[in-house]
């Protein structure tokens, strides 16, 4: 089974802090992505990368910048953090560009 | 800006009803669409993938694509209260990613 990991589940962070979230998948996809889910905004996407080095922002890059030295991990940063970014962030893998997206369990960030 | 629209629900059925959400999409380069199911606490997990026009059923599920008029659905057969969720419809076009919708709250009483 694809496992797709994210370090941490809950934070607490305080206003312009650094945050860093991590995202480690298992089974060698090219393909990772960055979402952040709202009640009533649903899944936007924040990030994705298509190969190491690699990044594209997607809709709401703004305030969110990311790292993929490695195949297997996607990191999330953001550099400045405040209360409008305190959101349920998805990572999430696939094998193909447009196949399946296999999600981590997210990171529930809370912006102080 | 690509969009993906749906009714946000909830859309309420009675157990053995067939449920149906709708989902329409701005962007006619749209080639593969998705259909998620993400229980509440829950990260979403594919329920069913389509490409070509017309119908493709999986067990209880069928999902309809007309791309003409940019169009998608999924029908549940002999709804169950386990199949109570929020549903999210994805659209990928081509050097993009997944756009989701924000999904159809469907509950299901017995």
């Known amino acids: 089974d694809v496992k797709v990991t994210q370090s941490s589940r809950y934070l607490v962070k305080r206003t312009g802090e650094k945050v860093f979230l991590e995202c480690v998948q298992d089974m060698d996809h090219e393909n990772m992505f960055w979402y952040r889910q709202d009640p009533g905004l649903g899944l936007r996407l924040i990030y994705f990368?298509?190969?190491?080095?690699?990044?594209e922002k997607g809709d709401i890059p703004e305030g969110y910048s990311v790292s993929r030295e490695k195949k297997e991990r996607f990191s999330l940063i953001l550099e400045s953090a405040s209360t409008n970014q305190t959101s349920m962030y998805l990572c999430?893998?696939?094998?193909?560009?447009?196949?399946?997206?296999?999600f981590g369990e997210g990171s529930r960030l809370t912006v102080l | 800006q690509k969009e993906v629209e749906q009714n946000s629900g909830p859309l309420s059925v009675p157990e053995g009803a067939i449920a149906s959400l709708n989902c329409t999409y701005s962007d006619r380069g749209s080639q593969s669409f998705f259909w998620y199911r993400q229980y509440s606490g829950k990260s979403p997990e594919l329920i069913m993938f389509i490409y070509s026009n017309g119908d493709k059923e999986d067990g209880r599920f069928t999902a309809q694509l007309n791309k003409a008029s940019q169009y998608v659905s999924l029908l549940i057969r002999d709804s169950q209260p386990s199949d109570s969720a929020t549903y999210l419809c994805?659209?990928?076009?081509?050097?993009?990613?997944?756009?989701f919708g924000k999904g159809t709250t469907l509950s299901v009483s017995s």
């Open positions: 999430a893998s696939s094998f193909l560009g447009d196949g399946e997206l296999f």
């Open positions: 990368s298509y190969d190491v080095k690699m990044k």
């Open positions: 994805a659209v990928y076009q081509a050097g993009t990613a997944l756009i």
